[in-house]
């Protein structure tokens, strides 16, 4: 996203561009809708966003870009749109971890379908990501919450969203991923907020043994598992990879990560460059017309 998204609008601007948020008391109607919706947690067990949410926030989404060419219009009313928004996936991630993380019986059909659904918020996800689209993710994420007891929910709810991706969309998983930049960046210790995660499914289940499956994350830190996590994201394209660039980049910045971490991911990151450019090298040795 371009930085002239994260500056402030100036008197110069001249022409037919509009100069503030014309449909604010639309959109704000519009918004108090989707969240008395969203937050109405029975209906959180859907599959999929209730028609009338979704038809809503199509129309807020095309309100908003609008404003790609000015969009410091946003500006007086941002804070309100991204809290309010944010406050219900905020409460909605707890919910997922928890129902998640619950010790269910593989037999228990009716209480895997109690669940939490993957896909319920899919709407306000993808709303959140056209602010950050238009306004600037830097900008939007002031207005993220960042509290320590987000960062274990978060972190589980992307990693399983990742290894089952049928049902949230690549939305959620990009919001996610530059909430999760935020919340590397909280003042403490990364191993003092570690509690041990279980029951993660592997990342890539095809290739897992039923073993691996049923504990991908034995034994491993929660700082290990968030950059093996970063590492699948920047094998991939689109945003997805921009967010998990964003991501890693605040966490292995931190002090307690930076000498220790740092230099293995960045040994990482070469032999995954190196590769790919033999690959390249290869592919096009062979169109050579000498």
């Given at each position: ?29 519009m918004l108090d ?69 619950a010790d269910i ?38 207005f993220f919450p ?145």
């Open positions: 996203m371009a930085d002239d998204k994260h500056e402030a609008a100036t008197g110069d601007d001249v022409g037919s561009a509009p100069t503030f948020f014309k449909e604010h008391e639309a959109f704000l109607t809708t989707i969240v008395e919706s969203a937050s109405m947690t029975e209906t959180w067990t859907q599959t999929s966003v209730p028609a009338d949410e979704e038809h809503t926030i199509r129309g807020m989404c095309s309100m908003l870009e609008l404003y790609q060419e000015q969009p410091t219009c946003l500006d007086p009313y941002l804070e309100r749109i991204v809290s309010r928004l944010m406050a219900v996936i905020e409460e909605y991630v707890h919910a997922y971890h928890e129902s998640s993380a019986s593989a037999d228990d059909i009716a209480a895997q379908k109690a669940g939490v659904s993957a896909a319920r918020m899919n709407g306000i996800f993808e709303l959140v990501y056209i602010l950050c689209k238009v306004r600037g993710y830097k900008v939007v994420l002031r960042h509290s320590v007891a987000d960062v274990e929910p978060v972190f589980a709810t992307l990693w399983r969203h990742t290894a089952n991706p049928g049902g949230s969309g690549w939305t959620a998983r990009y919001v996610m991923l530059i909430w999760l930049s935020l919340l590397s960046m909280v003042p403490f210790d990364l191993e003092s907020i570690d509690s041990g995660i279980t029951n993660l499914p592997p990342l890539n289940p095809s290739t897992s043994s039923n073993v691996q499956a049923s504990s991908a994350s034995s034994g491993k830190a929660l700082v290990d598992l968030w950059i093996e996590l970063g590492q699948f994201y920047l094998r991939r394209s689109g945003c997805d990879m921009e967010g998990a660039a964003v991501m890693l980049a605040r966490l292995l910045s931190r002090k307690d990560t930076s000498t220790t971490l740092q230099p293995a991911f960045i040994a990482w990151a070469t032999h995954e460059i190196s590769d790919a450019a033999s690959g390249y090298a290869g592919s096009t040795s062979g169109n050579d017309p000498s």
